[in-house]
Structure formats: C-alpha cells, structure tokens
C-alpha cells in the first residue's frame, strides 16, 4: 500500500515538470509535446505542445542538441500571406493555456544536424523567465512523429500547412 502511494505521488510530481534545482523553480506543465519528422535533407521543422505555467512566466529561449539554430515562432498574416517569424519571447500568463501548434506559435528547429525520425525522440531545452527576470530551464524529450497525437489543439483555423524554411 506505501509502495503504491508513492508511486502515485511521483506520476503526479512527474506531470510537473521542472528540473531547474532552485527550490521555488517555476513550474510549467506540458501537454501533447511533439515535433514533426523531418525527411533527410531537411534542414528545420517545427515542435509543438500546450503550456500552463503555475505562476506567470515567459518563455524566452529554446535549444537542441540536434539544431544549429532554435526559435520561438508566431504566425502572422503580412498582406494576404502567412508568414512566420521569430518573437523574443511568449508570455505564459499564470494558469492558462498557451498552445503552439501547426499555423500558430511553434518552436523551430533549423540547421537540424540530423532528421528527425518518426517514433524516435529529440531533446529540447525551454528557458523561461519570471516577472523578476530570474530564469529557468527545463529539459523535454519531445516525441518525433508526422501528425499532432491524440488530444494536441488543432492547427491554427484558416490556414493550410505553412512552408518552413
Ligand atoms: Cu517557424
């Protein structure tokens, strides 16, 4: 029965995530993660997944191992053409649900050093920031797959698939 409890107690501590050893770390909990495969070749493709921060936060940087170069993206209409480019930041007010999804916010990973292939996974680092400019980081491993699983928000109504670079 002791065994069992702490089970439970550590799939509730893994739902959220923060591995910055601080202990007021800010925690944010991720939801339906993933980025999409890529064919070889192919130097970027994007990451995707919902955010709810405990307390409000901006997401100010990401990283990967496997990408020269990592950005937070949003999607903006410039005349009658949808463009993405990069924001310095996406704020992540405190309890609310923030999406990146295909045709809105999304992570981009460019200059890949490797495809991304389906059914593996690819290592990202979120940097966030508090009101007080403290950051922190939190490490994922996003699973790589061709479409959004179960249960991840819709792409972005209005807007076929977008070219990346
Ligand atoms: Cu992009």
């Known amino acids: 029965m002791t065994v069992f409890k702490v089970k439970m107690a550590m799939l509730a501590a893994g739902a959220l995530v923060a591995l910055n050893a601080m202990a007021q ?15 070889p070749g192919q130097k ?8 709810t921060a405990q307390q409000s936060l901006r997401l100010v940087g990401v990283a990967s ?8 993206h949003e999607m903006k209409m410039e005349g009658d053409v949808m463009r993405m480019r990069a924001i310095a930041a996406l704020d992540l ?14 992570l981009m990973l460019m200059d890949l050093k490797q ?10 680092t979120l940097r966030f920031a ?7 980081e ?28």
């Open 25 to 39: 770390a800010p925690a944010v909990k991720i939801d339906t993660p993933w980025a999409r495969a890529t064919v």
């Open 44 to 51: 970027g493709t994007g990451a995707f997944m919902t955010l």
């Open 65 to 72: 191992p496997v990408a020269g170069v990592a950005e937070i």
């Open 93 to 106: 007010p405190a309890g609310k649900s923030v999406a990146l999804r295909p045709g809105g916010y999304h």
């Open 115 to 124: 495809p991304l292939v389906k059914d593996t996974q690819v290592p990202v």
């Open 130 to 136: 508090d009101a007080q400019g403290k950051t922190s």
């Open 138 to 165: 939190m490490q994922l491993s996003l699973p790589i797959a061709l479409t959004a699983p179960a249960g991840a928000p819709k792409a972005a109504a209005g807007h076929g698939a977008h070219k990346h670079h």
